[in-house]
T-cell receptor, first 113, second 115 residues
Framework: DAKTTQPTSMDCAEGRAANLPCNHS???????VYWYRQIHSQGPQYIIHGLKNNETNEMASLIITEDRKSSTLILPHATLRDTAVYYCIVRVNYGGATNKLIFGTGTLLAVQP | DSGVTQTPKHLITATGQRVTLRCSPR?????VYWYQQSLDQGLQFLIQYYNGEERAKGNILERFSAQQFPDLHSELNLSSLELGDSALYFCASSEGTGGYQETQYFGPGTRLLVL
């Protein structure tokens, strides 16, 4: 089972910031939070990941709360091409193996013109 | 473009048949992962190979098998196909064995339709 909870869907106006929340209240100290997105049946695209500090790259920013129980992915200036399903994933240690990604149902972000 | 390539893009076959899906990882990546995405199950991990050896196994059916070759490309073999095997099959790759900090990069997928 996925260890994350995300809203099913969100809307955002083009050019505005999109803030996608994720709850991961059972996260352990050494588990990373990853974000991927999937644009209409294409392969999932890596966006960003973090442990406890805020992270930023050319695609997005990741804000992780101090208690690490939730995080927010921020797309600073959403465009129509950002319409996709966004997955928040906690890398879980399964008997010593962290290999697999557990995808939940994600958030469908619809960017409106 | 993630650098991971998959062939074919589309595959249509009949029940009971066998197919092979191919994946080439990013240059330098040693691990290959296979995932299945069906309408009712979402994205599910099937299996991982690292440098030619099976590393981790997920919800892979006994009718399915995979291997990774010395040049690091991987093949997923699906046999005795059933209607329910119709799905998108994605391959991903990563640098090493697949730890917490290791990002997996996905290919464009193969869409399999079993009639």
């Amino acid at each position: 089972d996925a260890k994350t909870t995300q809203p099913t869907s969100m809307d955002c106006a083009e050019g505005r910031a999109a803030n996608l929340p994720c709850n991961h209240s059972t996260i352990s100290g050494n588990e990373y939070v990853y974000w991927y997105r999937q644009i209409h049946s294409q392969g999932p695209q890596y966006i960003i990941h973090g442990l406890k500090n805020n992270e930023t790259n050319e695609m997005a920013s990741l804000i992780i709360t101090e208690d690490r129980k939730s995080s927010t992915l921020i797309l600073p200036h959403a465009t129509l091409r950002d319409t996709a399903v966004y997955y928040c994933i906690v890398r879980v240690n399964y008997g010593g193996a962290t290999n697999k990604l557990i995808f939940g149902t994600g958030t469908l972000l619809a960017v409106q013109p | 473009d993630s650098g991971v390539t998959q062939t074919p893009k589309h595959l249509i076959t009949a029940t009971g048949q066998r197919v092979t899906l191919r994946c080439s990882p990013r240059s330098g990546d040693l691990s290959v992962y296979w995932y299945q995405q069906s309408l009712d199950q979402g994205l599910q991990f099937l299996i991982q190979y690292y440098n030619g050896e099976e590393r981790a196994k997920g919800n892979i059916l006994e009718r399915f098998s995979a291997q990774q070759f010395p040049d690091l490309h991987s093949e997923l073999n699906l046999s005795s196909l059933e209607l329910g095997d119709s799905a998108l099959y994605f391959c991903a790759s990563s640098e090493g064995t697949g730890g917490y900090q290791e990002t997996q990069y996905f290919g464009p997928g193969t869409r399999l339709l079993v009639l």
